[in-house]
């Protein structure tokens, strides 16, 4: 497209050479057409702009996630685990009263730790360039998002909550929200030590070898998290 371009400017030189537009009209029809486009553009554009300091571009990203407050998860885990005898024992040997509110370092794999950057990942440096990470989740950035648990999934060496997320973030114009990398939609909420977050991600294929438990909730709890870059 661009060669056929350049031949026909080239064809028609003589012709717009001769054209009786000057310099200021010409500036002065730019100027037109670039206010009205701007203008058109609206709240849509002012929340764009807004938005481009949430995640500067000299800034790499690590993954993108939607953050939940710890807090948060600890009472949907206090309430899972009440109407749940087996989970009660499965916590209880992991001190989770008494380690509910310690700030353990998530990536140190020398202990056991309950995560406290709870969080589901919805894409990874290492899967995506930032230039894709950028153009596909630049729009929900900073914005909340109600999400269900639906579920407890774990073994001995890793427990995880079943989430799922809506296909768009409801407003005055629904936003859409991409889907996350992983296929097990989740978030990571214990660790034994050596065992890296990540490899929730095999909890599922494990149920189905019967290496693993899944229990169902009656019923979803509702939970809100928020869309954020991590460099």
Not at 86 to 96: A, M, Q, V
Not at 141 to 151: D, K, P, Q, W
Not at 171 to 189: K, L, Q, V
Request: glycine share 2%; charged share 25%.
């Amino acid at each position: 497209m661009e060669q056929e371009l350049r031949s026909t400017i080239a064809s028609h030189e003589t012709f717009l050479d001769n054209l009786p537009a000057n310099e200021e009209h010409s500036k002065k029809a730019f100027s037109e057409q670039l206010i009205s486009t701007i203008s058109s553009l609206g709240a849509t554009f002012q929340e764009r702009v807004e938005k481009s300091d949430v995640a500067p571009k000299n800034t790499n990203i690590s993954i993108v996630s939607l953050d939940f407050k710890r807090q948060e998860i600890n009472s949907i885990l206090e309430t899972i685990i009440k109407c749940n005898p087996d989970l009660h024992d499965y916590f209880e040997e992991r001190d989770f009263e008494s380690n509910r509110h310690v700030e353990f370092n998530d990536d140190n794999k020398k202990i056991d730790r309950f995560i406290q950057k709870t969080h589901c990942t919805f894409a990874h440096a290492q899967r995506m360039t930032q230039r894709q990470m950028r153009a596909t989740f630049d729009h929900v950035i900073g914005l909340s998002c109600e999400t269900s648990i639906n579920a407890i999934v774990y073994d001995e060496d890793i427990a995880a909550l079943d989430v799922s997320i809506p296909a768009f973030i409801e407003g005055e114009t629904n936003t859409w929200i991409p889907t996350s990398i992983n296929e097990f939609t989740h978030i990571t909420i214990w660790c034994k030590k050596g065992v890296k977050a990540f490899l929730a991600n095999n909890l599922p294929k494990k149920v189905s070898n019967f290496a693993a438990r899944r229990i169902e909730l009656e019923s979803p709890l509702r939970i809100n998290g928020t869309f954020s870059y991590w460099s």
